[in-house]
């Protein structure tokens, strides 16, 4: 479990540096509580699909969404995928998401491309 935390920080920090360089954007979006509850949700939220354990299947779905200038995120798509099942449950927790802190360019609040891994190990 610890690891898996782990693994997804180092995920996490790796995409979030990406995003810094690629959007330029004066703010990133926050999730509500930052990236310790962002873990924490994913976490609590992720459901082991049945045919990936019996299976053994691990490794990680990559999910691209937009964080919208009012917070919610939307538009999301499997970057990288692992299998159908899980692939399904890494966009189900991106969809139950609570609305996020906008990232803002200028002083306003912008549409912000945001990757998060979702680590499946068993």
């Known amino acids: 479990m610890k690891r898996n935390v782990l ?5 996490f ?3 979030m540096a990406m995003n810094v360089v690629a959007q330029e954007r004066e703010q990133l979006p926050q999730f509500p509580g930052g990236d310790v509850a962002l ?6 939220n992720l ?3 049945p045919q990936a354990v019996k299976d053994k299947v691990e490794g990680s779905v990559y ?5 919208k200038a009012d917070g919610k995120a939307e538009d999301a ?3 990288r995928s692992l299998t ?8 189900r927790i991106v969809r ?4 996020w802190t906008p990232g803002y360019k200028d002083g306003e609040p912008v549409r912000t491309t945001f990757v998060l891994p979702v680590i499946f190990k068993l």
């Open 7 to 11: 693994i997804l920080l180092v995920c």
């Open 13 to 15: 920090v790796a995409s």
């Open 39 to 44: 873990m924490d949700f994913v976490t609590q």
């Open 47 to 49: 459901v082991y699909p």
């Open 63 to 67: 999910v691209e969404f937009v964080v």
């Open 77 to 79: 798509k499997v970057l």
């Open 84 to 91: 159908p099942e899980c692939d399904a449950e890494a966009l």
């Open 96 to 99: 139950l998401m609570p609305k």
